[in-house]
């Protein structure tokens, strides 16, 4: 039992510590973007899809043919060792990532991670050929228990004190020892005598179990309880997904908000599998309702301004209810072990299910974030379909909660339309056009909305086209750097186009560079917006993230570059840290300046840079303007960080600065380590 047991145990704490490691090192690559956790979640849950159906039918082959070749591909899958991702695999820009992320994944970690997740399953088949009196469900409890501990250990001691590529070869050296205890097993079991059955442990609530004689084999299960099986576990996926984005949308894809999702996910499972006292049927099957309900609500009251903390506590309790309930009711019809390896090949069939809607069919057939109301109706249709029959009182509270659940998504689809003229949505995020005012006083203003945060407007009256709105005023940070050192062919680098208002700044003579990943923002400007167009100075617009550009690029000697690739009013971290600041002071001039956005509705961002800044020994600037109504200008922060302090020896610079007083500790931003809960407002 233990040798089985250690084998599980370790095989699941890598199983689930590789994904925010190896997420982490590719998430620079692709822009930062929420999707690009959501694109390794796809690709972990097809191959835990994969690893599922191999053990499935291996364990039909004759013993020793089993171990022979899990030993086979043990020893290959170590070849691929270190799980470092190859630069060769770094995206020059492109449409959709989606094909890109999977391939540097399966390049890197694709055979050990597959090697992994047969593990669970094939002991458990094992253990419960060789002990036919056993139950091994438990097993699949301890499974999840080295999954959930290897998630907390990421954010909380893994990730701020062993740098990232150091987490990368100490991983490799961890699996190579996992091979070794794995291929060990396989070896003891291969030629092991399969006793013949005896009593049969059956599980008595929580006070452990008793031993009956073995009955006869039941008949396979039904196709209606595999439907159930796949259908729940779907559902919990989606809404895993579906909660982990719209957490990261709106703050960071960060590590800490994939973890958390994540590990109330699999604490779920744990407590569902290792006994029945955890879940208490018609307990959540009430509580689930309730709870699906109140997720809802905001699609009948949008717009209410929620503090995001409460946001994050609020769906958390939300999502590991509705997966107590997904994986109780799972674990309520669990099948004799005889059907074991296809039970939890219909488990894994479900989430890749969901993983495939919400990472490739969502961003094709929905054009705004529906994911999470879709999701919850499908939940209320699954809910009814398992629980059909079972009570009428449970028919009828599911029933009404689906129709209430199907029309919440109808709103959620009304709400978003708005006085929106476009709504589009590709792997980079969801994207807005609405219009307001009046033609009749050349009030009529066009909007970009990236998620919930304005990310650029302009006025349609030809009169007013090239005011500077928004967040980029003459009296912002970046305004005012553009006008203080404006000079004859004045350079200037914009990292985020949104409606490419800071175009509006170039002359005849200037060279405007401006750095986006995101193709379709680059067509909306081009098409629903003027700025580019009417724009006096040479613009060149490289595609892919800014900071791979940059570091591809030689010196560009910007006298500014504009700092401002927010996502909704999520941060891309990796533009942010200490190693990109000092890419950024690379590409301008000595009397040049750094111009970085800070207006952020969630997170105070302006102690970050000014750490980074100190820490660089770099004189800071931190500019707050006011807001104009008259002109469409909000309230913005900004920050500028220049080489030397005679760059801001100006009396513009002087009677704009508002430098509040450092905040102490602080932490250092860097490429291994970020900390956003510490400045979360």
């Known amino acids: 039992m233990f040798l089985f047991a250690a084998t599980i145990f370790v095989s699941a704490f890598l199983l689930f510590q590789v994904q925010p490691v190896i997420a982490k090192m590719i998430l620079p690559w692709f822009g930062g973007s929420a999707m690009v956790w959501t694109s390794c979640m796809l690709f972990f849950q097809l191959l835990l899809l994969a690893g599922y159906a191999y053990s499935h039918r291996l364990v039909e082959r004759p013993r020793d043919r089993q171990s022979r070749l899990h030993l086979i591909l043990l020893g290959?899958?170590?070849?691929?060792?270190?799980?470092?991702?190859?630069?060769?695999?770094?995206?020059?820009?492109?449409?959709?990532?989606?094909?890109?992320?999977?391939?540097?994944?399966?390049?890197?970690?694709?055979?050990?991670?597959?090697?992994?997740?047969?593990?669970?399953?094939?002991?458990?088949?094992?253990?419960?050929?060789?002990?036919?009196?056993?139950?091994?469900?438990?097993?699949?409890?301890?499974?999840?228990?080295?999954?959930?501990?290897?998630?907390?250990?990421?954010?909380?001691?893994?990730e701020p004190s062993v740098p990232l590529r150091m987490q990368g070869f100490v991983w490799s050296g961890l699996y190579a020892v996992f091979a070794a205890l794995c291929a060990y097993t396989a070896w003891?079991?291969?030629?092991?005598?399969?006793?013949?059955?005896?009593?049969v442990a059956v599980p008595v609530a929580a006070e452990g179990?008793?031993?009956?004689?073995?009955?006869?084999?039941?008949?396979?299960?039904?196709?209606?309880?595999?439907?159930?099986?796949?259908?729940?576990?779907a559902c919990a996926s989606v809404l895993l997904l579906s909660v982990t984005n719209y957490l990261s949308q709106n703050v960071a894809a960060i590590p800490f908000l994939w973890v958390l999702p994540l590990s109330l996910y699999l604490l779920s499972f744990m407590l569902t599998f290792d006994s029945d006292f955890w879940y208490q049927h018609w307990f959540f099957a009430v509580l689930t309702a309730a709870t699906l309900g109140l997720m809802a609500y905001p699609f009948w009251?949008?717009?209410?301004?929620?503090?995001?903390?409460?946001?994050?506590?609020?769906?958390?309790?939300?999502?590991?209810?509705?997966c107590m309930f997904c994986h109780g009711e799972i674990a309520r019809k669990k099948p004799h072990p005889r059907y074991l390896t296809g039970f939890y090949l219909m488990i894994s069939i479900g989430g890749a299910l969901g993983g495939l809607f919400v990472s490739l069919l969502a961003p094709l057939l929905l054009p705004y974030h529906y994911d999470l109301s879709v999701g919850l109706a499908m939940l209320g249709l699954a809910g009814l379909f398992a629980l059909y029959r079972e009570s009428w009182i449970t028919d009828i509270l599911w029933a009404a909660l689906a129709i209430f659940l199907i029309v919440s998504v109808y709103r959620d689809i009304q709400n978003s339309r708005g006085d929106n003229i476009l709504i589009t949505r590709n792997f980079y995020g969801a994207l807005r056009i609405r219009e307001s005012g009046s033609d009749l006083d050349n009030s009529k203003l066009r909007t970009l909305v990236n998620g919930t945060i304005n990310h650029g407007a302009q006025y349609v009256s030809k009169e007013r086209s090239r005011?500077?709105?928004?967040?980029?005023?003459?009296?912002?940070?970046?305004?005012?750097?553009?006008?203080?050192l404006r000079h004859p062919g004045m350079k200037l680098?914009?990292?985020?186009?949104g409606t490419g208002t800071l175009s509006t700044y170039g002359k005849p003579g200037d060279h405007v560079k401006i750095y986006e990943i995101n193709p379709r923002v680059v067509e909306i400007a081009r098409t629903w917006f003027t700025y580019l167009r009417d724009c006096e100075a040479k613009v060149d617009m490289v595609m892919g993230d800014a900071r791979l550009s940059l570091e591809r690029e030689e010196p560009n000697g910007f006298d500014v570059l504009a700092v401002d690739a927010f996502s909704s009013d999520a941060i891309p971290v990796h533009l942010l840290t200490l190693e990109a600041v000092q890419l950024y002071l690379k590409h301008i001039r000595p009397d040049g300046v750094v111009a970085i956005h800070v207006s952020n509705k969630y997170l105070s961002?302006?102690?970050?840079?000014?750490?980074?800044?100190?820490?660089?020994?770099?004189?800071?600037?931190?500019?707050?303007?006011r807001e104009n109504g008259a002109l469409e200008q909000f309230s913005a922060d900004w920050i500028l960080v220049a080489h030397s302090p005679q760059v801001f020896d100006r009396p513009a610079f002087r009677a704009a600065a508002s430098n509040p007083a450092p905040e102490p500790g602080t932490p250092l931003w860097t490429d291994d380590y970020s900390n956003l809960f510490r400045i979360m407002r």
């Not at 179990?209 to 576990?233: C, D, F, K, T």
């Not at 949008?302 to 769906?315: H, S």
């Not at 680098?493 to 186009?497: F, P």
Request: glycine residues 8%; positive net charge.
């Open 209 to 233: 179990e008793i031993a009956v004689e073995a009955p006869a084999i039941p008949p396979p299960p039904s196709m209606r309880q595999r439907i159930a099986w796949v259908a729940l576990a």
């Open 76 to 158: 290959l899958s170590l070849l691929s060792l270190p799980i470092i991702p190859r630069a060769i695999f770094k995206p020059q820009g492109g449409d959709n990532p989606l094909l890109g992320i999977l391939l540097v994944l399966a390049t890197s970690v694709g055979l050990p991670y597959f090697m992994l997740s047969t593990t669970g399953p094939l002991m458990q088949a094992w253990y419960s050929a060789l002990h036919p009196g056993k139950l091994p469900y438990r097993l699949f409890a301890l499974s999840n228990l080295g999954s959930l501990i290897a998630l907390i250990a990421y954010p909380v001691a893994v």
């Open 301 to 322: 009251k949008p717009g209410d301004e929620t503090n995001m903390k409460l946001y994050i506590v609020a769906y958390s309790a939300g999502l590991f209810i509705c």
């Open 493 to 497: 680098g914009v990292i985020g186009l």
């Open 605 to 625: 961002l302006t102690p970050v840079v000014r750490r980074i800044a100190q820490e660089l020994k770099k004189p800071v600037l931190q500019v707050e303007s």
């Open 188 to 199: 003891r079991v291969r030629n092991a005598p399969i006793p013949a059955p005896g009593p």
């Open 467 to 484: 005011v500077p709105t928004t967040y980029y005023g003459e009296k912002t940070g970046a305004g005012l750097s553009i006008l203080e």
